[in-house]
């Protein structure tokens, strides 16, 4: 089976990582209840504890909300009438709005396939907007949601989508599935809560879409998929948490989650990859690591233990400075880079990596087309 047919959509509206500490930071101004801290203290604070302009200079956004005064304006973000913003309920509208024409854009460039999987753990509406779209189709198009799993949520869609294409006796013969998400992370902010742990998850997240096919042709650019594998690290469930919240989707994340990846890494990898029949030796002088950043310690822990050279997280580290952490988005958004590196040979093995709730770490093995 092959990952090709990237399709990535640019949001709207973006800024830089000084631009996000000012609005965050008079975001937070304003909300505090008691205004004991001005605007410039809690600038002091995200520099401190956020990630720096060199490690995430650029975020996007579907939101305009993310920019400097004018805050009675503001749809998610109406700080002076409700410290926390908007609902849930109008973030999720708004989510549902922007999905919608996010869809339409892909499937005005694309022709519709047999199935859909939609991935996001940023929005929840039923029927999702990759519903309301599957039902301008000429055809039948099932549409299955795989939703909740945060950072790693690729790994899940593709297991569905290899599933979906293996199991033709029970499903019938398909030639691709393809996997769409949808990340909206600038909706769930809360400007009310100043904990350093808020603080440095401000720093680090954004919007992204893109769209991609699991095909059983061979593409013109793309990968050939060889092995995926997935465990839960024991003693690691309190240390990330993404839940509901009255005002959002709320985010918890221990400052160890590096180090617990870290610590956990060299033994999932050489146990997984002598399960294949590969030798660890090679993936480490060949492979280009496709790590997802869900920050700049997570790329640091996986290149320090499993000794990698600085060339083979690069691209990882490009994107997050580039883009910042979108979540499940992030990397099929690294792939896509990957497959379009004329610099990287065909034939080289691609190590994809992700984290996320459980603690949960995921792997995949592709060879560049």
Known sequence: MYLGNFYSILPPYSSTQEQCFRWLSEAHQIAEEEQRTTQEQFMKLFHRVGCSEEQINRRYFFTPDLSEGDWSHKTIYPIEKSARGATMRERHEFYHKAV???FDDIYGQRPFPDDIIHV???GYVSPSAAQVTALKANKPVTVTHSYHMGCYGAFPALRMASGFLSNSE????????DLVHTELCSLHLNPQDHSLE???IQSLFADGCIAYSML????ERGFKMIALYEELIPETADAMEWMVSDWGMKMTLSKDVPHMVG???LEFVSR???KRGVD?????KNAVFAVHPGGPKIIDEVKEKLNLRNEQVQASRDLLRDRGNMSSATLPHLWQRLADDDNIPSGTPIISLAFGPGLTICAGYMEKI
């Open 100 to 102: 919608k024409k996010v």
């Open 216 to 219: 059983q042709e061979k593409p």
């Open 120 to 122: 996001s753990c940023t």
């Open 280 to 284: 660890l030796e090679y993936i480490r």
């Open 263 to 265: 610590s956990k890494v």
């Open 170 to 177: 029970v499903l019938g013969k398909k030639q691709g599935v």
């Open 198 to 200: 808020q603080l440095v």
């Open 272 to 274: 997984w990859l002598e």
